[in-house]
């Protein structure tokens, strides 16, 4: 009887044992695969430079001096806000697939704006493919794509 208890012991802790060789070699394996990499966004953030530089914001502001602004003002309030980036996303969309390099979107955040919401509008930009827009002193502009 002692010898059978002792047996059934010995059965349940090599059993166990390897239950945990298993989980440790699938631990293993999973290490071994290549990461995934998430897709970042490049920024360029412009420069204070007075010079004639097309990425600095005194050169970005002189290109859009002659062009047709948007203005759109949110309230730090979230549901106004909500339905503020509904009609930006329309506007922005409208622009990108007409190809509208004449008319700008000037998105204008105040004190009580979060930054969750600035990630909410790059999100649009991202999710839309938009690829020109800026944000200088608070103001989020967005531009048509070129032809």
Do not use: W
Not at 92 to 115: G, S
Not at 130 to 139: E, G, L, Q, T
Request: aromatic share 12%; charged share 25%.
């Amino acid at each position: 009887m002692q010898q059978l208890k002792i047996f059934f012991q010995f059965i349940i802790l090599a059993v166990f044992q390897l239950l945990t060789l298993h989980v440790f070699f699938q631990r293993i394996e999973e290490l071994e695969q290549p990461r995934k990499i998430p897709h970042m966004l490049t920024m360029f953030l412009p420069s204070l430079d007075k010079k004639k530089n097309v990425y600095s914001e005194s050169g970005f502001l002189k290109s859009i001096r002659h062009k047709s602004i948007i203005h759109i003002n949110l309230t730090g309030e979230i549901k106004e806000d909500d339905k503020i980036f509904e009609i930006i996303q329309l506007e922005a969309r409208r622009l990108m697939y007409t190809r509208d390099t004449t008319h700008i979107i000037k998105v204008r955040f105040c004190d009580e704006n979060t930054y969750g919401q600035f990630i909410q509008l790059v999100n649009m930009m991202v999710e839309d493919r938009h690829k020109r827009y800026a944000f200088i002193n608070d103001d989020f502009y967005i531009l048509g794509g070129n032809p």
